[in-house]
Nanobody, 121 residues
């Protein structure tokens, strides 16, 4: 599976962005998908995950109520809608695919290249 993330950019605090991650292959629905982020000088951290069917989602506490993960299996794409953005959301955001629904980065087998989100105060 090859993943291509897009949609990052510069936004003011309180604004919104939608990230997309397009996957290659015809087995996309088999994979749970996750979004992770890495801020400068910090370790990569989990943001959100969604099951293959889209019926199960899970969020890191700091983004609950602000971010929404979704997927369109007909388009082989997973999304991360980010609202009420804060400066501390600034990071490179990565999408990833795993054989099982998980929040553990080491269990994700495929990773996109990352897209930069910068939130100005």
């Amino acid at each position: 599976v090859q993943l291509q993330a897009s949609g990052g950019g510069l936004v003011q605090a309180g604004g919104s962005l939608r990230l997309s991650c397009a996957a290659s292959g015809r087995t996309f629905r088999r994979y749970a998908m996750g979004w992770f982020r890495q801020a400068p000088g910090k370790e990569r951290e989990f943001v959100a995950a969604i099951s293959g069917s889209g019926g199960t989602t899970y969020y890191e506490d700091c983004v609950k109520g602000r971010f929404t993960i979704s997927r369109d299996n007909s388009k082989n794409t997973v999304y991360l809608q980010m609202n009420s953005l804060k400066p501390e959301d600034t990071a490179v955001y990565y999408c990833a695919a795993a054989d099982q629904f998980t929040i553990t980065a080491s269990l994700y087998d495929y990773w996109g290249q990352g897209t930069l989100v910068t939130v100005s105060s």
